[in-house]
């Protein structure tokens, strides 16, 4: 019978007595998972330099391959404005592109590449993702193709504010990870241990370029469903109502809301928009759509779906402690 060292588990080469060094088995159980993702997702990342008429100036990002017939992933802000560009994969291979759709209120864009024969990348479920889960971001930061970068997820269910003109919408869930970002990350695939995409990286946060926390859209059945729609060459539609607000925890004793506990209390109203024309001031909190409870901003937009554009419905509010409803006719957000 072995007896490891103290302070080493049997068969891991462990730290030194001071601390200072960490074991090679660790490290290469580590560097192996990190590789194996790289070797995966690196052939389905390419970088984008993008033109068009109404862009100042060029600008690149990064996409990622999610059809072998040319259809690629990216985030809007990277192709704002552009109708064409070229994409660059980490083999060299350079070829035109077009914009096919984009939808800035989720960050999410679609792009044809000329050809066929990619290597598309395989979508995850961010919804199973864990606080301090291993994440590797795969991009084109500066230009150089293919840069791989690793970190955890040090946060979920962040928000992230998107706007368009007059219309401005928080993507939800957004995922938060300390994995190095940098320009030109942004539209690239921020992955798993097994290689799967769970999000988009968009936005870098922090003192200074490259430092501070990440962040990505995660791929979920909502993004998915955006994916799609721009994929088609449809654009992407919502409901509106018209009101700006943050959750609020509701007055105990608050009458006819059972047991619910949060709503959304109305913090500005847009004039002529469907909630003015159904009476919502600001301080109501809204507590329901259509019978179906409202806790927070992003339960609230979820409900919010084309589905709802044109029809008539009903809006649950508290106002001065006591619950009542309010018809609404649903408009459509520009975007």
């Not at 938060?176 to 769970?198: F, I, K, W």
């Not at 990286?201 to 922090?206: F, H, L, P, Q, S």
């Not at 001031?281 to 927070?296: E, F, H, M």
Request: proline share 5%; charged share 20%; net charge neutral.
């Amino acid at each position: 019978m072995s007896v490891a060292a103290p302070g080493r588990a049997p068969g891991i080469e462990g730290p030194c007595e001071d601390g200072t060094a960490l074991g090679a088995g660790a490290l290469d159980a580590y560097s192996r998972t990190v590789t194996a993702v790289a070797d995966r997702v690196v052939p389905s990342v390419a970088g984008l330099r993008v033109h068009g008429a109404g862009r100042r100036a060029p600008g690149s990002g990064s996409a990622v391959v999610i059809a072998g017939d040319g259809l690629l992933v990216t985030s809007a802000h990277v192709v704002a404005d552009a109708e064409r560009g070229t994409a660059t994969f980490a083999s060299g291979e350079e070829v035109p592109f077009e914009v096919i759709g984009s939808d800035p209120l989720s960050d999410l864009a679609v792009v044809r590449a000329a050809g066929s024969g990619y290597r598309a990348a395989v979508l995850g479920d961010a919804e199973r993702l864990r606080v301090g889960q291993l994440v590797v971001a795969v991009g084109n930061p500066f230009g150089f193709a293919g840069s791989v970068s690793a970190g955890v997820v040090s946060a979920l269910g962040r928000s992230l504010l998107a706007s368009t003109g007059p219309s401005s919408r928080l993507v939800d869930n957004v995922i938060q990870t300390d994995a190095a970002l940098h320009p030109g990350n942004s539209g690239g695939a921020l992955a798993v241990a097994d290689g799967r995409v769970v999000g988009i990286n968009t936005a870098v946060i922090g003192p200074g370029i490259g430092q501070g926390l990440g962040l990505a859209v995660p791929i979920d059945d909502g993004t998915r469903a955006v994916i799609g729609a721009l994929a088609a060459g449809r654009r992407v539609r919502r409901a509106y109502l018209g009101v700006g607000g943050g959750a609020r925890r509701l007055a105990p004793g608050t009458a006819g809301v059972g047991d619910q506990h949060r709503g959304v209390e109305v913090v500005s109203v847009t004039d002529d928009s469907p909630a003015a024309r159904a009476g919502v001031r600001p301080g109501d909190v809204i507590v329901d759509l259509d019978g179906t409870a409202v806790q927070d901003v992003g339960g609230l937009q979820r409900l919010l779906g084309a589905e709802r554009i044109g029809r008539p419905g009903t809006l649950g509010l508290v106002r001065d402690g006591r619950r009542r409803d309010h018809p609404v006719v649903y408009g459509e957000l520009d975007a």
